[in-house]
C-alpha cells in the first residue's frame, strides 16, 4: 500500500505481513508491530491503539466465525506449461520478451558464469505469472519446490510468491550447502549473487525468518552469518535470530552487512564489486563489540 509517512507514494512501498501484523515502510525507512501501525494511521498513543485491538473484538456483540486452516501442502501443483527457460544462452531467443528477461538477469549479473546452470530461471508468458520472470528454489533432483516471480514490466506487486495454501514462504529456504557456514539473505536474488561470488548464502523470504527456518539451518549443521539489509527490518530480525539461535542452542552468529554504499547484495554484485574480499574482510562477531561499536542497543 502508498506510505503513510510519505505522499505520492505511486510505488506503494509500505508492506504489511497479514500473519504476524510486522510492517515496514521501505519510502520512509520505518517498521514496527501492527500496534504501532494503528497508532500512526489513527493519530492515537500507543497503548490506545494497543488496547484497542486486544479489546475491540471482546467487546464486539457479532458472533465469531471461526476458521480453521489446512495444514500447507509440501509439494507445488502449478502450471509451468507457460514458463520459457531462461540460461545464460537466451540471449539468441526469438522471443522478444524473453530477450528483455536476459538482458535484466545479465545485467544484474544473476548468472553463473563459471558454471553454467540448466534452466537457472525461467519466463511465464501466460497465467498468474504473466510478464514475470520465475525465481526457482529447486531439490539436487531438480525438482522445483518453491519459487519467486519477478515483475519484468509495470506489473504489481514487483514479486509473487505461489499460493501459500501449498507451501508457505515462512518454511522454504533457497538451496544452499550443508556442514559449513550459511550467510542468511532477504530475497533469492541477493543469496544468488553470494553464491555467484563463491559465498554459500541462502534466503529466509524476507528479514523476518521463521523457527522452521531456523530449525532446519540447525539441522544441516549450519553456523549463521546475518547478511540482511542495513535497514530497521533487518536490525529486528537479526535480534529475532539471536533469540532463536539461543533457545535452540546453537552456535553463536556472525554479521556481516551489506556494503554501505548499496541497496542490497545484487547490487553491489551488479556494480561488480568484489563480493568475496568484502565478505572475508568484514564478517564479524555478533556480540556486544559489535553492539556497541555500531550503536545498537541489546533487547
Partial sequence: ?????????????LSI???????????????????????????????????????????????????????????LDVDTSSWIPIDIHSCYSKNESVQLAWKYLWDRKLFNTEDAEDEPFYFATDGDYKNRIIIPFKKPNGKIYFFQARALFDEFPKYLNPDSTQVRASTVLYPFKSDEPVYLCEGPLDAISLQNAGINATATMGSSPSRTQIETIKDMNCSIVIAYDNDVAGNMGTEKI??????LMMPAIKICPVPSRYKDWNDAAADNFDLKRYIHQTTQDYDIEYLINTHIEPR
Fill in 1 to 13: 500500500m502508498p506510505s503513510i509517512f510519505v505522499n505520492d507514494d505511486w510505488k506503494k512501498k
Fill in 242 to 247: 539471536e533469540r532463536m539461535r539461543k533457545d
Fill in 17 to 75: 505481513n497479514i500473519s504476524t501484523g510486522m510492517w515496514q515502510d521501505f519510502k520512509a525507512h520505518k517498521a514496527g508491530n501492527f500496534a504501532q501501525f494503528v497508532a500512526q494511521v489513527e493519530d492515537i498513543p500507543y497503548k490506545r491503539a494497543e488496547s484497542k485491538i486486544l479489546f475491540e473484538t471482546m467487546l464486539d456483540d457479532h458472533p465469531t466465525v471461526q476458521h480453521t486452516q489446512e495444514p500447507a501442502k509440501s509439494s
